[in-house]
């Protein structure tokens, strides 16, 4: 009952954290603070007590690198130094977590906030730098939550603990090599797209390079198209039967617990809802693309996925080389 109880208490924080900035942007008529919040608060998904005594480790190693790395992907966004940069953050970021090994989403979420954030440079300077500040304000609200559900719970000490590079890491650092220079070809693809929020092609792409191996690989690809075709479909109903912004705040936070309860569990589950729940929050903010955001969405799945399986593929041909030397 007591586990029962942790993992019911673990998703309504999860909820909490998408539920006050939404909140609070209703409060000030600023849809736009909501929605950048949110995104931040996903780095609630890097609180994994399953890491012991590097849980809180891993969060405030996060925290650190979203916040130096936010105002760069703010101040880069529309320059083709968008790619080199999405490239060292992919590489140092997942490097980092893996050499530790951590267990978590890597470095998915952080990917997948600055790529966001680097894509929107149809808009000025200044209002990304706001909405830079809104995202770290999301950060905030994310680890306040961790940090409480580690007081009532975990009781881990509150600290930062990196071991040293060794050349036994070797593998690690190859593997981050190569996870860099293929979310850097999917993002230099998304932005030669131009499909609306064309970061969706590197967040698809991420999440097949995770992968240890092929056969994980395409595992996780067919997962993650199903969820995505799935999750779609969802989101089109939700498109063409919901239109106010209270509804469509409510059923943000509905799925985002929905996640946070199912994806511990069950990988595909808990993707179905990730979809839905990225696509409602541009319609907070986005009404004007309509459905085009759901095309753009399933044609990122494909292609995105794609790159991520030539990257493993790459990448396994490479160490069985190395191997045979």
């Known amino acids: 009952m007591k586990k029962i109880n942790r993992h019911v208490i673990h998703t309504f924080f999860g909820m909490s954290t998408m539920a006050i900035p939404l909140l609070i942007s ?27 005594q590097k849980t809180m480790s ?39 977590l893996t050499k530790e090994k951590m267990f978590g989403p890597q470095a998915f979420f952080i990917l997948m906030i600055n790529g966001m954030l680097s894509s929107l440079d149809q808009i000025s300077i200044i209002t990304r730098i706001l909405l830079t500040l809104y995202i770290i304000f999301g950060i905030g609200i994310a ?44 993002y230099f693809i998304g932005i030669h797209s131009h499909l609306n929020n064309y970061y969706w092609l590197l967040v698809s792409a991420i999440t097949i390079l995770q992968a240890e ?20 479909i969802f989101a089109l109903l939700i498109y063409t039967t919901i239109h106010e912004t209270f509804l469509l705040m409510i059923l943000a936070v509905i799925l985002m617990g929905i996640i946070c309860f199912t ?3 069950s990988y595909l589950v808990g993707n179905f809802f990730t979809t839905p729940i990225a696509l409602i ?15 753009t969405r399933l044609i ?5 996925t794609s790159i991520g399986i030539v990257g493993v593929v790459v990448f396994d041909i490479i160490m069985r080389q190395i191997k045979s030397l």
């Not at 191996?213 to 779609?232: D, E, L, S």
């Not at 990122?300 to 995105?304: D, K, M, N, P, R």
Request: charged share 10%; hydrophobic share 55%.
């Open 58 to 96: 891993q969060l405030l190693i996060v925290d650190a690198i979203s916040v130096l790395a936010l105002p760069i992907s703010a101040l880069l966004a529309g320059s083709m130094a968008t790619v080199l940069w999405i490239g060292i953050l992919a590489f140092s970021s997942q490097y980092i």
């Open 281 to 295: 929050l541009f319609k907070l903010v986005r009404p004007e693309l309509g459905t085009n955001l759901i095309i």
């Open 143 to 186: 680890t306040i939550f961790a940090l409480i559900e580690n007081w009532c719970y975990d009781k881990y000490a509150i600290t930062v603990r990196l071991t040293s590079v060794k050349f036994t890491q070797r593998i690690e650092f190859m593997r981050a090599v190569n996870y860099s220079l293929f979310a850097m070809l999917a």
């Open 300 to 304: 990122a799945i494909l292609i995105g």
């Open 213 to 232: 191996n092929i056969p994980t690989a395409r595992h996780r690809q067919y997962h993650y198209v199903i969820a995505g075709v799935v999750g779609c």
């Open 263 to 265: 994806m511990p569990k």
């Open 26 to 52: 209703g409060l000030f008529n600023n849809l736009w603070l909501g929605v950048m919040s949110c995104f931040g608060a996903l780095i609630f998904m890097y609180y994994v007590p399953a890491n012991q």
